[in-house]
């Protein structure tokens, strides 16, 4: 079915408004070479974003060239604000950002277990209230939220997880209730395997797969440049697969006697204390990375030797089954342990598999949900919207990669169809002209990577 025209202007404008984000300002000209559009449609576009105020102009290209065609055009950051939310089973940090992902203001407040679930998420919202007037927002647009737990696939919700904290799954519905902004959330491990394969260790990879070290295990499998999450939202809940050495096996309900147990930061804090190691109270991850880092530094190589075949155990197990060629270590522990770790983790995968499998460290920062550039990434939405438009919605979040905005020119801004919200970053290889039985979409090369 040919598209109609309000759809070709729809999807012809987000081109436009992806490739001002990507590259920076450009002259109408440019936009016409980049995109393929007639001069007319490039010049009707412009007037339309303008119009909505999306757009302006921002200079002039060159000092000999005067008049319209010298004209810059550049994305109107302080359009709509952004709000990142980094939930961890012992805090939560905020980033807000501009539609052009500079980072404006940042905060994080730690939330103990003992806190009552009433109160953490009180903690979480008011953070997230003060962190967007801090960073001149008056009104956030959206607020994408990455937190460990299963994602349901047909609601975009947040399912009970064991091991996690209550208030994790009430503070999306509370943010929801208190701002008046789209609430957004994904699966932390997925978002950081994102970002690994647009700024991090995997940049190079279609397939790999990255395997979370923190507070809890976890694994997030992309298979052809594409994110798998499973029937049930489940892919990579590695922390349940049985293995040995843990003396019991996992059930439905808690992951104690799976890999969790060998490499969840409790069991590593227990297994540094076996080698003689300070540990420090508490068995969260930023102790359990702090053993690591400092084993590390200072060569403690039996602590390290044992850590290694646990995790090469974890490793290996994925390798079997989907053979991707590469395995990124991630979470806290996995960053900290760096290269050096990576390397000898990589050394027993070689002896326990026959497949090829590199093993990585994450290229990725302390926080793997806050940086400061823009990107695009796929996120489940709530049930407040329909399943079309979580289909095709897009997210806001951030890695130390990169601020990752979802959908930076959201189309309740500028009066597109919401179901056309989800574009590719890159333009797709030439595909011809469309038909001409029905409205022209000037494109050549194909201007969107939708999915209908």
């Given at each position: 079915m040919p598209a109609s025209p309000s759809t070709a202007r729809a999807i012809n404008d987000r081109l436009a408004?992806?490739?001002?984000?990507?590259?920076?300002?450009?002259?109408a000209g440019q936009l016409k070479q980049?995109?393929?559009?007639?001069?007319?449609?490039v010049a009707d576009l412009v007037e339309r974003l303008q119009g909505s105020g999306l757009i302006t102009v921002v200079g002039e290209t060159g000092e000999r060239r005067r008049g319209p065609n010298a004209r810059l055009y550049g994305i109107v950051a302080d359009r709509a604000h952004l709000a990142a939310l980094d939930v961890r089973t012992e805090g939560v940090s905020v980033v807000v950002a501009d539609l052009l992902g500079t980072q404006l203001a940042?905060?994080?407040?730690?939330?103990?277990?003992?806190?009552?679930?009433?109160?953490?998420?009180?903690?979480?919202v008011a953070l997230v209230e003060r962190t967007a007037r801090a960073g001149g927002a008056s009104r956030l647009h959206t607020v994408g939220v990455g937190?460990?737990?299963?994602?349901?696939?047909?609601?975009?919700?947040?399912?009970?997880?064991?091991?996690?904290?209550?208030?994790?799954?009430?503070?999306?519905?509370?943010?929801?209730?208190?701002?008046?902004?789209?609430?957004?959330?994904?699966?932390?491990?997925?978002?950081?395997?994102?970002?690994?394969?647009?700024?991090?260790?995997?940049?190079?990879?279609?397939t790999f797969v990255l395997l979370w070290l923190g507070?809890?295990?976890?694994?997030?499998?992309?298979?052809?440049?594409?994110?798998?999450?499973?029937?049930?939202?489940?892919?990579?809940?590695?922390?349940?697969?049985?293995?040995?050495?843990?003396?019991?096996?996992?059930?439905?309900?808690?992951?104690?006697?799976?890999?969790?147990?060998?490499?969840?930061?409790?069991?590593?804090?227990d297994l540094a204390a076996e080698h003689?190691?300070?540990?420090?109270?508490?068995?969260?991850?930023?102790?359990?990375?702090?053993?690591?880092r400092h084993a590390v530094e200072t060569g403690h190589e039996p602590f390290l030797a044992e850590l290694a075949d646990r995790v090469a155990i974890g490793a290996a197990s994925v390798a079997a089954v989907l053979d991707p060629g590469c395995v990124v270590l991630g979470g806290e522990v996995g960053r900290a342990g760096g290269d050096a770790f990576a390397q000898r983790v990589a050394e027993r995968v070689a002896v326990m598999s026959p497949l090829r499998t590199e093993v990585r460290a994450s290229a990725l920062g302390a926080r793997p949900f806050c940086g400061g550039r823009c990107s695009p990434l796929g996120m489940r939405r709530r049930r407040s919207f329909s399943?079309?438009?979580?289909?095709?919605?897009?997210?806001?979040?951030?890695?130390?990669?990169?601020?990752?905005?979802?959908?930076?020119f959201p189309a309740r801004l500028w009066g597109a169809p919401a179901r056309w919200s989800r574009i590719s970053a890159q333009p797709r290889a030439p595909t011809g002209r469309a038909r001409a039985a029905g409205p022209r979409i000037d494109t050549a090369p194909r201007p969107v990577g939708v999915r209908w």
């Open positions: 408004l992806r490739l001002l984000q990507h590259e920076g300002p450009l002259t980049l995109t393929g559009l007639s001069r007319p449609s940042e905060a994080t407040v730690p939330i103990g277990g003992g806190t009552g679930t009433g109160r953490a998420v009180e903690r979480a937190a460990p737990g299963l994602i349901d696939p047909a609601t975009g919700d947040l399912r009970d997880s064991a091991g996690l904290p209550t208030w994790h799954r009430s503070l999306v519905a509370a943010l929801t209730e208190r701002l008046p902004a789209r609430v957004l959330v994904e699966n932390e491990t997925n978002l950081a395997a994102r970002a690994e394969q647009r700024d991090g260790a995997a940049h190079d990879r279609g507070a809890g295990t976890g694994a997030a499998v992309v298979l052809d440049g594409t994110l798998r999450r499973g029937a049930s939202g489940g892919t990579g809940e590695i922390g349940f697969l049985p293995v040995p050495g843990t003396g019991g096996l996992p059930s439905a309900t808690a992951c104690d006697g799976g890999f969790h147990s060998l490499a969840g930061s409790g069991a590593v804090a003689g190691l300070k540990v420090d109270p508490g068995a969260g991850e930023l102790v359990a990375a702090a053993l690591v399943r079309r438009e979580r289909r095709f919605g897009w997210a806001v979040l951030v890695s130390a990669g990169g601020l990752w905005l979802s959908a930076p």
